[in-house]
C-alpha cells in the first residue's frame, strides 16, 4: 500500500514538509517513506501529495514497482527507445 522513494529521488525537499502523515523520513539526504505511515494520502485529494509535487519521474513507485509519474508524463517527452543492438 504504501508509496517508495527510488534511487532517482534528487532530495529536492518538496515531498517531506507536505505529507500529511510525516512519513517521509530522511537521513544523509536519503528519502524513505515508513511505511507504517503512508496512507498513499487517503482523503487528502486525488493524487498522493508527495506525487503530485514531486518533480522527478521514477522517484516515487508504488508496491508493484509502477512508476507513480512515469518516463514522459511530467516533460512530456515520450521515453526513447532502445538503440539497436
Ligand atoms: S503518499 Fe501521502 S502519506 Fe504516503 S508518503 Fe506520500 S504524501 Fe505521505
Ligand atoms: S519530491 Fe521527489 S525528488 Fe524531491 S525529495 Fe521527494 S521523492 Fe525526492
New binding site residues.
Given amino acids: 500500500m504504501a508509496l517508495i ?1 527510488t534511487a532517482e ?8 514538509p507536505i505529507c500529511p502523515n510525516a512519513a ?1 523520513r530522511v537521513k544523509n539526504e536519503v ?1 524513505r517513506i515508513d511505511k507504517k505511515s503512508c496512507t498513499r494520502c487517503e482523503g487528502y485529494g486525488d493524487l498522493p501529495q ?1 506525487v503530485e ?4 519521474e521514477g ?2 513507485i508504488d508496491d508493484e514497482g509502477t512508476a507513480m509519474n512515469p518516463p514522459g508524463s511530467l516533460t512530456g517527452i515520450p521515453p526513447r527507445e532502445p538503440l539497436p543492438a
Fill in positions: 522513494i529521488c534528487i532530495a529536492c525537499w518538496a515531498c517531506e517521509i528519502f508527495c509535487i514531486c518533480p522527478v522517484a516515487i
